[in-house]
């Protein structure tokens, strides 16, 4: 029922900034807790950032602590993560992700946490 639509992502070189957007629909976008993950090729995917149901708990990897920021509009049903500073070791496909319950676990980093996932969008980063 729920559709995550991811938008962003591209190509920039290390030490530039990209924004990442997820909108959902189909759902109650204020009741769910948000994250971001990503997926670098022959690798696992891997947790990077949750903002909870009303904005206001961030939890961040420690990989990009400092780097990115994730924020959240519930008028506009919409998540974003803002990266800065980024590096060649962010390249990754990236998605969003809804867990429709909002566990009662904080921060929740894995997968299993998550009901919904968007399609991800590649982000490149060049040297």
């Known amino acids: 029922q729920v559709q995550l639509v991811q938008s962003g992502g591209g190509l920039v070189q290390a030490g530039g900034s990209l924004r990442l957007s997820c909108a959902a629909s189909?759902?109650?976008?204020?009741?769910?807790?948000m994250a971001w993950f990503r997926q670098a090729p022959g690798k696992e995917r891997e947790f990077v950032t949750a903002v909870s149901w009303g904005g206001k708990r961030t939890y961040y990897a420690d990989s990009v602590k400092g780097r990115f920021t994730v924020s959240r509009d519930n008028l506009k049903n919409t998540m974003y993560l803002q990266m800065s500073n980024l590096k060649v070791e962010d390249t990754a496909v990236y998605y969003c992700t809804a867990d429709r319950l909002a566990s009662s676990r904080w921060p929740p980093t894995e997968s299993r946490d998550y009901d919904y996932w968007g399609q991800g969008t590649q982000v490149t980063v060049s040297s």
């Open positions: 189909g759902g109650t976008f204020s009741t769910y807790h």
